[in-house]
């Protein structure tokens, strides 16, 4: 079982930045991919970004190409989000994600443990 537990989010001003930041526990070791997904009000959960654990591969939505950036710190079995600028549209529960094969996927439904979410909103 691994537990995810995310932090960082807030509120911003278009044009600002936040970084999120996601620490595993429990079974990390078995972790092969790590995502990033949001759900808007009213909307569905969409991907965002993810990273490989072990290669550096990384994805993004293009949506926030340009202006996110994913990374992870093996050693302290975090995965964090750069957002940089952020849009009123980006305003959402950024949700992290993991999975346990490295083949490369970014649908919801591929990754198995999922935290809390956190709240980032953006104003205008």
């Known amino acids: 079982q691994v537990q995810l537990v995310e932090s960082g989010g807030g509120w911003v001003q278009t044009g600002g930045s936040l970084r999120l930041s996601c620490v595993a526990s429990?079974?990390?070791?078995?972790?092969?991919?790590m995502g990033w997904f949001r759900q808007a009000p009213g909307k569905e959960r969409e991907f965002v970004a993810a990273?490989?654990?072990?290669?550096?591969?990384?994805s993004y939505a293009d949506s926030v190409k340009g202006r996110f950036t994913i990374s992870r710190d093996n050693v302290k079995n975090t995965v964090a989000l750069q957002m940089n600028s952020l849009k009123p549209e980006d305003t959402a529960v950024y949700y992290c994600?993991?999975?346990?094969?490295?083949?490369?996927?970014?649908?919801?439904?591929?990754?198995?443990?999922w935290g809390q979410g956190t709240q980032v909103t953006v104003s205008s």
């Open positions: 994600a993991a999975r346990d094969q490295w083949s490369f996927r970014t649908r919801e439904a591929d990754f198995g443990s």
């Open positions: 429990g079974r990390s070791s078995g972790i092969k991919i």
């Open positions: 990273i490989n654990w072990g290669a550096y591969t990384t």
